[in-house]
Each structure stands twice: as C-alpha cells, then as structure tokens.
C-alpha cells in the first residue's frame, strides 16, 4: 500500500517562499510519476506541476510557471516543491500525488493521494 505525507505547509506573507515535502512508502517511489495538486476554498481541484520518476522532466501549471520548482530524492523517496513569490491566489490545499504508469496526459491518472497540507498566503 502506498502512501504519501505532504509536510511543510503553513501561513506565509504574500511574496514569500515554502518549501513542501511530500514523503513515500509502501511503493516503489522511484518509477513513478509523481505530481502536486491544489483545492483552494470552493473551487475544484487543480494541476500544479508534475515530474517524470527519473527527475528528467517537470511540467508546470501556467498559474505558477516561473515561481514553483518541482524536484525529487529517489533515494529519500521524496518530493519537494519550492514555492517562491507566493501570491494570495496560492491559498490552498496542497497535494501530492503518485501515477504508477507515465502514459496519458501528465495531469491526470493518478493513482496514489496524500492527505495534503494547507498553505495560507496573507496579504
């Protein structure tokens, strides 16, 4: 059974920086793809970003393209995303997720969710 624990998440000043951490286990971490979501109040679930299990390739939603940085420790089993000049649009919950084969459209297929952590960005 695979699970996955998002960490790091926590109340910011617009324009600041978080670093979250999502943790594997059950699994084999290093052959999937692996992806960050978000639910902000009353709205649907979005794509963030995703990365390839080797780390070779990343994909990033328009909406943070330039200020999120996805990477990856296949041999800490561990994903991280870097948030940089956090926007008050950023308030949401985070996700992680794991996708067992990297077929179809990177945002989608997911297969493995973690729990997810808030992030607050304040004005």
């Known amino acids: 059974q695979v699970q996955l624990v998002e960490s790091g998440g926590g109340l910011v000043q617009a324009g600041g920086s978080l670093r979250l951490s999502c943790a594997a286990s059950?699994?084999?971490?290093?052959?999937?793809?692996m992806g960050w979501f978000r639910q902000a109040p009353g709205k649907e679930r979005e794509f963030v970003g995703a990365?390839?299990?080797?780390?070779?390739?990343?994909y990033y939603a328009d909406s943070v393209k330039g200020r999120f940085t996805i990477s990856r420790d296949n041999a800490k089993n561990t994903m991280y995303l870097q948030m940089n000049s956090l926007k008050l649009e950023d308030t949401a919950v985070y996700y992680c997720?794991?996708?067992?084969?990297?077929?179809?459209?990177?945002?989608?297929?997911?297969?493995?969710w973690g729990q997810g952590t808030q992030v607050t960005v304040s004005s």
């Open positions: 997720a794991g996708k067992r084969f990297p077929f179809g459209e990177i945002s989608k297929g997911y297969n493995y």
């Open positions: 990365i390839t299990w080797s780390g070779g390739s990343t």
């Open positions: 059950g699994g084999t971490f290093s052959s999937y793809t």
